[in-house]
């Protein structure tokens, strides 16, 4: 089975990206799965059911979200009814969604795709440990083949959650901090993992935001209304390869140029 990844779409760009690209690249990787990262595909901040449904119906299988879940207020009711768009499991109990998602194949083999937050510099109201194992037991009810997106901003917070999983999960995908990481690999226990899949989105800019913006709000401390910007759009995410026995055989990392509109 072959496991596409999109990492973390960015605002209308990251959005128009996935339309344009990702029914080709499905066909082309002969990708079975396509889990997505939506978080910020709403203005870089957050996601609107809009959105959700113009990224699914350009072949993703399910979404996953992050620490930007709430910025929508009408994200809530719209994930207390979807099963394809999930939100980090160890987010409040008390709040609509949950943590783990069962897709299928378009020849019906199941996929279980788990969303975690990091604890670090994030501080949700649970620690991703202390629901990790319940979510990975439940998945293993309904199929071998489970996707971790674990969405942290320390690389060593990742590194850690890959290695504790290694061998009860197919992959361990981390995203949040929109710079594609040089370490996709497959661990000795037969998960593959890379610590950032990186960004789908506007690549000349400081990770999505208008440079100057970014770099004005850093020298000054002033805070500032950030933009997202427009140029160098790329689609960036991971291929995993694995057996029925969910084991993954190959991680790689997957990186594709969106052609400006005269070169289109």
């Not at 990844?5 to 079975?32: C, I, K, M, Q, S």
């Not at 949700?124 to 199929?143: C, F, K, Y």
């Not at 401390?221 to 140029?231: D, E, H, L």
């Not at 759009?233 to 694995?242: M, S």
Request: proline residues 6%; negative net charge.
């Amino acid at each position: 089975m072959r496991i596409l990844f999109v990492a973390d779409v960015n605002g209308t760009p990251g959005v128009r990206a996935v339309e344009r690209l990702l029914p080709d690249l499905r066909e082309e990787l002969r990708a079975d799965f396509c889990a997505l990262n939506g978080e910020n595909a709403t203005d870089g901040l957050g996601i609107t059911p809009q959105a959700a449904e113009r990224l699914l119906a350009s072949g993703a299988d399910v979404i996953t979200l992050g620490n930007h879940t709430w910025r929508r207020k009408e994200i809530g009711p719209y994930l207390a009814e979807t099963d394809r768009v999930i939100r980090p499991g160890n987010l409040s109990q008390h709040t609509p969604g949950r943590g783990l998602a069962i897709g299928e194949t378009r020849a019906g083999a199941k996929v279980a795709v788990i969303n975690l937050l990091g604890q670090l510099f994030l501080s949700p109201p649970a620690g991703p440990w202390e629901v990790v194992d319940d979510l990975v037991a439940e998945a293993r009810q309904s199929t071998p083949v489970i996707v971790v997106d674990f969405h942290g901003e320390a690389t060593s917070e990742k590194v850690a959650m890959a290695a504790y999983l290694d061998g009860k999960v197919t992959a361990v995908l981390g995203t949040h901090t929109h710079v594609q990481t040089n370490d996709a690999r497959v661990l000795p226990g037969g998960t593959a993992a890379i610590t950032d899949a990186g960004m789908t989105g506007p690549h000349d800019s400081v990770i999505g935001v208008v440079t100057e913006l970014a770099v004005e709000q850093m020298r000054t401390g002033v805070p500032i209304r950030f933009r997202t910007a427009k140029g160098g759009v790329r689609l960036e995410g991971a291929l995993v390869e694995c057996g029925e026995d969910g084991r993954a055989t190959s991680c790689e990392p997957v990186r594709v140029g969106l052609p400006p509109p005269e070169a289109a």
